[in-house]
Structure formats: C-alpha cells, structure tokens
C-alpha cells in the first residue's frame, strides 16, 4: 500500500537555521501513519515551500536545503514553475549544488525528479504560481486568474498576490464588494455575507470591526444560515472513515449480546500477577480466554476477502487503543501459544507504542480477530464495527454489580461483564456466534485451566459499598461520618458552634471531589497499564467564602509516562468521576495536572 498523500503536521526547522546529517526538520501525516523528514545531509534550511496543514503527494517538493552562500534561484525557479500543473510532476534539476527536500523522507540532489500537489485553492489549473503564492491568495480571497505575474517564466509571487489585494485587483466571488483582505477573512471565519455590510472605510470599503459588528447584531449570523466551523480529517482520521465506511458498506453486521460473570475473570488476574510477580492484567486473562474459544471455532479467527473466507491459524489479536488522533488497532500476536505473562508484557509493549506514537507499520498489520473496551469509558453496551477484513469484532463494556441468586437462596452482588459480538453475516451464522460466545463465556467464568501455574482460587464477590453515607452530631457538637465499614469523627468548627479547629461542610464536599477524581484517575491508568506511583488531588472552590462558584483542581502524579498519555489519563478520570459529574452541570470545573 502506498502513500497516496501526506500532510505536513509540524515544521521543526525554520527558514534560516542549520542542520546536521539526520536531523529531522519536519513532520509529515500521511493515510497510513506519521512519520520524520530528516535531512541526508547538512546544511541551512534556506526556504520552505509548504506550511503546516499543507497535503502534498510523495516526492513533493517541501523545502531547499543548501549551504549558506550558495545560489538557489535555479531551484526556486524550478518548483515555482513546476506547480504550475497541479497534476504535473516537476522535471528533471540539473543545479549541481543544494537539495530539495522532499515528503517522501528523503532529501534529494537538485537534479531529482519531485512531484508538487495539487492544493484546492481555486485557482485555475493553467496559472502559474508558487505554493506559498498560492496560499497567500487563499488567505486574502484573490483570484490568482486576474494577477500577472513577476516571477520566473512569469509565475505568480507572494509580492504579486499581496500587491494585487491591496490594489483591489483578484477580487474573488464579491468582487463588486470593497472590503479589506482582514475584513474579508474575518467574514468568513463568521460566516457573514459581505453584500449585507455597510462599510464605513475609506470610500466605503468594509473593514474588520464592520464585520464584527454585523455579526453582533445578527446574532452572529449575517447570512442567515447558522455558523459553522469545517474539521479537516488528518490522514489517520481520512484512513478511519474510510475503512470502516467499506466495512459498514460491505459486511453484513450483526451483533449479540452475552454477559459473564467476572468474579473468577477478576481473581485469576490477580492470582496470576501475584504468583508471576508480573502486571497481568484483566484484558490478559480475557485474551488467554478469547484465543481458547477461537481454538475451538476458527471461522472467527479468520477473513474475508475477495469471497474467500480464510482461516487463520496464528491469534494474532488486535487490541483497540484510544489516542488522540483516532483508534488504532496494534496486534498481540501468537496468543493461542503463549503463556499469560508473555501474553502480559506483550501487550503492555504494543499498547505503550500505540500511545507514545512510537508504533510502526508493523504493530498494526495482521491481525485476525479484534477486540474493542469501551467499559473503560463507562459504556454498558454498544454494537462495535467490523475490523475489515477481518470477521468479528469483540466489544467489552464496563463492569457492573448486579444482583444474583446466592447459594443460600438469599440474594448477593456479584460483578457482571457485558460483551457484544459484531460478526460478518455472510461469512457465520447468528447460531455460529450464539455457540462461540458460549464457549468464551465459558472460559471467562473458569479461565484457571488456561493459566498455566496459577493455583485456582474461589472468587471472593467483594463488597458493594450500599451508596449511602449518614452523619451525625451531638449535642456536643462532636460529629461522625459512616460510609459502610468505614467511618470518621470530628469536631465541628468553631464557626460554626464548636470549640476545635475542624473541616467546614464545604471542605467534606471539596475532599469527596479530591478522593473520587484521584480513585477515577488510579482506575484510568491501571486499566491502561500505566505505573502511576501516586496521585495527589488538591481542590480549591472559589470564592473562599461564601456559595461556590467555580473549582480548581490540580493533580499531581509520580509516573514515566509520556505527558499525551498523562492528559489523556487525567481527562478520562475527570469524564468517569461520579462527583465531578454531578457538578459538571452547574460549576465549571478546571482540572490542571503536574508531575511530583
């Protein structure tokens, strides 16, 4: 598979600046991952042909890089009037000094052939005109078709396009409308339609504060239609819709629902990282269970393509993870022959690439079954979209308590695992699925056979804390707070009647916040594999005195993790945190975090 294009995502090196051999100067996002420009020689970073958020296809020219002193213009003049043709590529370089560097990751001698983009920025296809020409006419509204040209071979410059909107000449769509370059582009981040202004410029002409102001008294919406803000897809999001959007269109899903009770699932992860002294986790246990249940149905573990319906005799296990630029999927592979630890570390490896950006190609090819958790997030069920090509797709939801009958006929919580089970209809059957989760069920609710070592032990269900807490004060003012087993004393303040230095009530609130986030965080992490050695929540309402009206919480926690795992971490804990929820509508809650 080929990179049909890339987008430049970073620029690490500015114009002007040296650079060694293997230095990286900039950063590229293409359909299929990110990846570094490195410069194959050194030199100085003279110009850039392309800013971030540009999308360019591979070999497309991106910088010159060449010594301080050397002449370049034959090399400008080259990918000037290369962009001429936005389906052209750029003909052969025949200057004996400087490079160009280009968005395939390589820097090449000036005599190389690269291939410029076509970038949508409604010029017409037969004008030639630099790319940075080009995005100067996009940012002031020129109609590069009505600018002549000064450069190279007649191209259109920055100079020519910035001279032609101060001159009033290129005008775009409402060229009829005087309005300034600012004004212009302030009414289309509004979404104010300029035929409506009355300018109050020189000679009429619009200008900024004109567009604001229309915007103000039309409620910010001078065209009528509602304001909107267009998100371009990145290339990994553009890959996502496009893979899933096959996989809906093409496979016939459907899903069934199972539940499993976790309490032995829960107390096998736990036996097998005590026995092992290594991080198993429940996600291992649930893999080691879900390759013995493709074992004993291999239609799952297989895929469909080309209406062959292969089967796969590797478990090689796709594990969704979520980062900030999407979902991916890495692979633990072999799974069906390792033993639980391997299958631990192995995970936590490709997991850990997969959040620190650090995973290749490699990590994510070849998977034959994949497994999706939500329960992280707090979802109780949803219907997962097929991994194409694969067959199935395993959703799990989170943990719950639910009531059950006890051996003595009396009723106990035990804690519930829902999954869903999307399949590929025209490849098994409804009685197909039926059967296979039975089997995986099976496994989860008595994974001890699978966990080679590891001493069986009876699950202890633990206990449920009943959601209610009581607190009382006596005449004494000498107070007590119980929650279940747990209970606090203290001493009422003397603000408020008593004699001792004790926690106001706004201090129990402000504790239960601190104790909730800090217990969600905790959660986040281990379920995610990552060491968090600490975590400390300080809470502080504003104003000191008086009804709360905002909350600054800060967290700080002793980890390695990178600081994009850290956030992420923090703002699932902040999402799934039962007091922050309940406040979220009617306090604005601010949530900083710092490493100890």
């Known amino acids: 598979m080929e990179m049909k294009s890339g987008t430049i995502t970073r620029w690490v090196v500015d114009e002007g600046e040296t650079v060694e051999k293997g230095d990286v100067v900039a950063e590229i996002e293409s359909e299929k991952t990110a990846a570094e420009i490195e410069a194959r020689e050194a030199?100085?970073?003279?110009?850039?042909?392309?800013?971030?958020?540009?999308?360019?296809?591979?070999?497309?020219s991106l910088a010159i890089l060449a010594g301080a002193d050397e002449d370049i213009s034959p090399l400008v003049a080259e990918v000037d009037g290369a962009s001429a043709s936005a389906e052209s590529e750029a003909g052969e370089q025949t200057t004996e000094s400087g490079s160009a560097t280009s968005s395939d990751g390589q820097s090449g001698q000036a005599d190389q052939t690269a291939a410029v983009t076509k970038r949508d920025d409604g010029a017409a296809d037969d004008v030639r005109a630099s790319p940075r020409a080009k995005q100067q006419a996009t940012e002031l509204g020129v109609d590069l078709t009505q600018v002549t040209g000064t450069g190279p071979q007649g191209a259109i410059t920055e100079d020519d396009v910035t001279a032609a909107a101060e001159s009033g000449a290129g005008g775009s769509a409402a060229s009829d409308v005087r309005a300034s370059p600012r004004a212009t582009k302030r009414a289309e981040e509004l979404g104010v339609d300029l035929t409506r202004v009355e300018g109050t410029g020189?000679?009429?002409?619009?200008?900024?504060?004109?567009?604001?102001?229309a915007s103000t008294e039309r409620g910010g919406d001078a065209s009528g239609a509602g304001r909107t803000t267009d998100r371009p897809l990145s290339g990994m999001r553009q890959t996502i819709a496009n893979r899933l959007g096959t996989s809906y269109r093409e496979a016939v899903h459907v899903t069934e629902h199972r539940t499993a009770d976790a309490e032995?699932?829960?107390?096998?992860?736990?036996?097998?990282?005590?026995?092992?002294?290594?991080?198993?986790?429940?996600?291992?246990?649930l893999l080691r269970s879900l390759s013995a249940a493709l074992t004993d149905?291999?239609?799952?573990?297989?895929t469909f393509e080309d209406d062959v319906h292969r089967l796969h005799e590797d478990h090689n296990l796709c594990v969704a993870v979520d980062v900030e630029e999407g979902l991916i999927a890495p692979v633990v592979r072999n799974v069906g022959s390792d033993h639980i630890v391997d299958i631990a570390e192995k995970r936590a490896r490709v997991t850990e690439r997969a959040l620190s950006g650090e995973y290749s190609m490699d990590d994510l090819s070849g998977g034959t079954f994949t497994v999706t958790n939500l329960g992280v997030l707090g979802v109780e069920s949803f219907d997962p979209v097929i991994n194409p090509p694969q067959v199935a797709i395993l959703g799990v939801n989170a943990i719950a308590e639910r009531p059950t009958k006890g051996d003595d006929g009396g009723v106990e919580f035990r804690r519930a695992l829902p999954l869903d089970l999307s399949f590929d209809h025209r490849v098994v059957d409804g009685a197909d699925a039926a059967r296979f989760l039975d089997t995986f069920v099976g496994h989860l609710e008595d994974p001890w056979p699978l966990l080679e070592g590891v001493d069986r032990r009876e699950a202890t269900p633990v206990e449920l804390p009943e959601g209610k807490v009581s607190a009382s004060v006596d005449p004494a003012f000498d107070g007590s707070i119980s929650a279940g087993s747990f209970e606090y004393s203290f001493a009422v303040t003397e603000q408020l009647g008593g004699s001792e230095d004790a926690p106001?009530?706004?201090?129990?609130?402000?504790?239960?916040?601190?104790?909730?986030?800090s217990s969600s965080i905790g959660v986040q992490a281990n379920m995610r594999d990552i060491a968090f050695e600490d975590i400390t929540v300080d809470v502080e309402a504003t104003p000191p005195e008086g009804s709360v009206e905002s909350l600054a919480v800060h967290v700080t926690v002793a980890t390695d993790a990178d600081?994009?795992?850290?956030?992420?971490?923090?703002?699932?804990?902040?999402?799934?945190?039962?007091?922050?929820?309940?406040l979220r509508e009617d306090l604005p809650v601010e949530v900083t975090w710092e490493r100890a």
């Open 43 to 60: 030199g100085v970073l003279r110009q850039r042909f392309m800013s971030e958020g540009d999308e360019t296809a591979p070999g497309g």
């Open 202 to 213: 020189y000679q009429g002409a619009i200008t900024e504060e004109d567009v604001e102001s």
């Open 264 to 285: 032995a699932l829960l107390s096998a992860a736990t036996a097998a990282s005590e026995t092992f002294s290594a991080d198993v986790s429940v996600t291992d246990v």
């Open 297 to 302: 149905h291999p239609e799952f573990n297989a």
């Open 504 to 517: 106001m009530p706004v201090d129990f609130f402000l504790g239960a916040l601190a104790a909730c986030l």
């Open 563 to 582: 600081d994009a795992i850290i956030d992420r971490i923090v703002n699932n804990g902040e999402r799934t945190c039962h007091v922050a929820e309940v």
